[in-house]
């Protein structure tokens, strides 16, 4: 599968669809998330996907922009969720969220080994305290 295309259904499977099996079927067992949520496992990494369909659902992702050059996809992402249960220690609000995060994926043969990115929490939080 090409990388891109990879990359793509990862964000149509794991946030419109809800598919965090994705993950297990699409990422290496040695996944490693260099992001502040530090998966280091493709069991963790859909363990983590599974906590937040409590926390933000529904949730969106729309890929704004995206580019590969060798075995590395950079991806910008829109989302767009509701706020449904505890988030950043925030107890749900019922509000739609908006926010857009850049990622890049390292690819190796054929499944997603290694993702660096971060959502902007600062953002995150005040949309979520907002009165």
């Given at each position: 599968?090409?990388?891109?295309?990879?990359?793509?259904?990862?964000?149509?499977?794991?946030?419109?669809?809800r598919?965090?099996?994705?993950?297990?079927?699409?990422?290496?067992?040695?996944?490693?998330?260099h992001?502040?949520?530090?998966?280091?496992?493709?069991?963790?990494?859909a363990?983590?996907?599974?906590?937040?369909?409590t926390?933000?659902?529904?949730?969106?992702?729309?890929?704004?922009?995206?580019?590969?050059?060798?075995?590395?996809?950079?991806?910008?992402?829109s989302?767009?969720?509701?706020?449904?249960?505890?988030?950043?220690?925030?107890?749900?609000?019922?509000?739609?969220?908006?926010?857009?995060?850049?990622e890049?994926?390292?690819?190796?043969?054929?499944?997603?080994a290694?993702?660096?990115?971060?959502?902007?929490?600062?953002?995150?939080?005040?949309?979520l305290?907002?009165?």
């Amino acid at each position: 599968m090409d990388n891109k295309i990879l990359v793509r259904d990862f964000f149509t499977a794991a946030y419109t669809n809800r598919d965090s099996g994705f993950v297990m079927r699409h990422f290496t067992p040695h996944y490693t998330d260099h992001s502040p949520l530090a998966a280091r496992s493709s069991a963790q990494a859909a363990y983590a996907l599974s906590e937040l369909y409590t926390q933000l659902n529904p949730i969106r992702a729309s890929l704004v922009h995206m580019a590969a050059s060798g075995d590395i996809v950079a991806v910008l992402v829109s989302f767009t969720a509701v706020h449904s249960g505890p988030f950043m220690g925030v107890a749900p609000t019922g509000r739609t969220l908006r926010w857009q995060a850049l990622e890049h994926f390292r690819i190796e043969n054929g499944q997603i080994a290694e993702s660096w990115g971060a959502w902007p929490d600062t953002q995150l939080y005040a949309q979520l305290t907002a009165r």
